[in-house]
């Protein structure tokens, strides 16, 4: 999947399928199982790094998890996120863009905001960086939007979600994340633009739909409205090392079967003194 297939798909109207991957174990099974683009979200900081939040998180982060994910795919369209503050100016943006691309492996990069990083967005384009835009609820700055929720609820507000997703494709962004957005708001922003929207809690009106990997297996310590656990993974995890646990204490693991043999005779002619 190369970006412009993934812009293409737009016009074909066959759903554009992503999840965030952090390391190269699911990001082969998410490949394999027919998931259009990964994106190395900067959620990896809650998700695997320990975080309570995505402000934390380091290019450097961004750069090692993505190198681990474009290792192991072939063929999905892999992202990275610019996460906060490495794309302040245009000069730290196009630094660090090239790090995610050289270092990290990825076709494209992620960055939030509406009109006020559209000349950020402008200047990657414009020098062959391909853009993802994320407008709506963006982590980065949402102690500014109060908090995790649904935003463009209000007229005013979602007019501005529409000012800046049109910024954002007018600097040349190949597609955008609509995170927590009213389902008609993300329709109407959908049927208004000609680059993909990719959905996360903005409805099914979307031209794609993303979600965080570790939402989807049950690793999430809260809960959120607008993600399903397609199956418990967490718990699985959980119950096998409560097993493992068991049969350590009991003697039972390791078994003669996870054992080795060395030759006769070697322990009873070995000196210790
Ligand atoms: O970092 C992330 O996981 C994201 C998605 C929620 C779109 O930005």
């Given at each position: 999947m190369t970006v412009s297939e993934f812009r293409a798909r737009k016009s074909v109207g066959d759903p554009l399928v992503c999840v965030t991957a952090y390391d190269a174990p699911f990001a082969r099974l998410a490949e394999r199982a027919g998931v259009d683009a990964l994106l190395v979200g900067d959620s990896v900081g809650r998700?695997?790094?320990?975080?309570?939040?995505?402000?934390?998180?380091r290019i450097d982060d961004i750069v090692h998890h993505s190198a681990a994910v474009t290792r192991a795919v072939t063929s999905a369209l892999v992202i990275a996120d610019l996460p906060?503050?490495?794309?302040?100016?245009v000069d730290i943006a196009l630094r660090n863009a090239a790090r995610l691309l050289q270092?990290?492996?990825?076709s494209a990069v992620k960055l939030e905001g509406g009109e006020e990083t559209a000349t950020v967005t402008a200047a990657l384009t414009s020098r062959g960086f391909p853009v993802m835009a994320h407008v709506g609820l963006t982590p980065q700055t949402a102690y500014a939007l109060g908090g995790y929720r649904v935003q463009g609820v209000r007229l005013s507000a979602a007019q501005a979600i529409v000012d800046d997703a049109r910024a954002q494709a007018d600097a040349g962004a190949f597609a955008i994340v609509l995170e927590l957005v009213p389902a008609g708001l993300a329709r109407a922003i959908t049927r208004h633009l000609d680059i993909p929207t990719i959905g996360i809690g903005a409805?099914?009106?979307?031209?794609g739909q993303i979600q965080v990997i570790y939402d989807l297996f049950g690793f999430a310590e809260t809960t959120h409205r607008?993600?399903?656990?397609?199956?418990?993974i967490a718990g699985l995890a959980q119950s096998a090392l409560a097993d493992y646990a068991r049969d350590v204490r009991d003697g039972a693991f390791p078994a003669p079967d996870q054992n080795f043999k060395g030759n006769r005779g070697v322990v009873d002619r070995l000196k210790f003194d």
């Amino acid at each position: 999947m190369t970006v412009s297939e993934f812009r293409a798909r737009k016009s074909v109207g066959d759903p554009l399928v992503c999840v965030t991957a952090y390391d190269a174990p699911f990001a082969r099974l998410a490949e394999r199982a027919g998931v259009d683009a990964l994106l190395v979200g900067d959620s990896v900081g809650r998700t695997v790094l320990g975080h309570d939040n995505e402000l934390p998180v380091r290019i450097d982060d961004i750069v090692h998890h993505s190198a681990a994910v474009t290792r192991a795919v072939t063929s999905a369209l892999v992202i990275a996120d610019l996460p906060h503050m490495s794309y302040a100016t245009v000069d730290i943006a196009l630094r660090n863009a090239a790090r995610l691309l050289q270092a990290g492996g990825v076709s494209a990069v992620k960055l939030e905001g509406g009109e006020e990083t559209a000349t950020v967005t402008a200047a990657l384009t414009s020098r062959g960086f391909p853009v993802m835009a994320h407008v709506g609820l963006t982590p980065q700055t949402a102690y500014a939007l109060g908090g995790y929720r649904v935003q463009g609820v209000r007229l005013s507000a979602a007019q501005a979600i529409v000012d800046d997703a049109r910024a954002q494709a007018d600097a040349g962004a190949f597609a955008i994340v609509l995170e927590l957005v009213p389902a008609g708001l993300a329709r109407a922003i959908t049927r208004h633009l000609d680059i993909p929207t990719i959905g996360i809690g903005a409805g099914p009106h979307c031209d794609g739909q993303i979600q965080v990997i570790y939402d989807l297996f049950g690793f999430a310590e809260t809960t959120h409205r607008h993600t399903r656990v397609f199956a418990n993974i967490a718990g699985l995890a959980q119950s096998a090392l409560a097993d493992y646990a068991r049969d350590v204490r009991d003697g039972a693991f390791p078994a003669p079967d996870q054992n080795f043999k060395g030759n006769r005779g070697v322990v009873d002619r070995l000196k210790f003194d």
